[in-house]
């Protein structure tokens, strides 16, 4: 350790963002970059030879991706808090961000001045949440109880997510067009929404939906 500074690694499988978030913190007192890893597991080999007292990591990388990351981080080297930083600010990222063990969700367009408070707070053992992510999460304690989706909605709404039309679902599922019809308005209904294309997108945002990496829009 530096003077007493913070040891922190990045870890972000684009190349070029990684450099940037270097480059912004470089100049920092107080925080010293120890490593830097492109995808989640070499992140832990980072942090298991460092020991670092803060892990920026990003959400969608390779091999192991930031919510698997975070969580074996924070099951493995307790001492070591995860603040992610990404592009990405849905309800579902951030739940399951939060829920893996990150102290702190911070997105892309943060300032260098922010993400050396964020660094630094994450440290001390205090949250840190976005602007953004922080309304985001009360907008969402605020909602109502959410109502679950049965087994066969979800069926028919992963079909709808596949961009099939209400007759291809039928013979996916082997049941009656009528019947396909049936669960939209219901799937509808429980996440007020009045077309397939918002439903898609509202299950996703709540965590309703899980699409295979590289099938959206497919």
Do not use: C, W
């Not at 350790?1 to 684009?14: K, Q």
Request: glycine share 8%; net charge negative.
């Amino acid at each position: 350790m530096t003077g007493g500074a913070l040891r922190v690694v990045v870890v972000d499988d684009h190349t070029v963002m990684r450099a940037g978030v270097v480059a912004l913190l470089a100049s920092e007192t107080g925080i010293e970059i120890v490593g830097e890893a492109g995808d989640g597991r070499a992140a832990l080999g980072l942090v298991e030879r460092h020991e670092p007292d803060v892990a920026l990591v990003d959400l969608r990388m390779p091999v192991l991706d930031g919510v698997a990351t975070t969580a074996e981080i924070v099951r493995r080297f307790p001492r070591t808090r995860v603040l992610i930083l990404t592009t990405y600010d849905t309800d579902a990222e951030i739940e399951r961000a939060v829920e893996a063990g990150a102290i702190g969700y911070l997105l892309k367009d943060t300032t260098r001045e922010q993400l050396a408070d964020a660094i630094h707070a994450a440290a001390r053992g205090e949250t840190v949440l976005a602007p953004r992510v922080a309304e985001r999460l009360v907008a969402r304690m605020r909602q109502p109880a959410q109502i679950p989706l049965t087994a066969r909605e979800s069926d028919v709404l992963n079909a709808v997510a596949d961009g099939l039309t209400n007759a291809e679902i039928g013979r996916r599922l082997v049941i009656a067009e009528a019947t396909v019809k049936t669960h939209l308005l219901r799937l509808f209904a429980k996440l007020d929404v009045n077309d397939r294309t918002r439903a898609v997108v509202v299950a996703m945002e709540r965590g309703l939906l899980h699409r295979p990496a590289g099938t959206e829009g497919a």
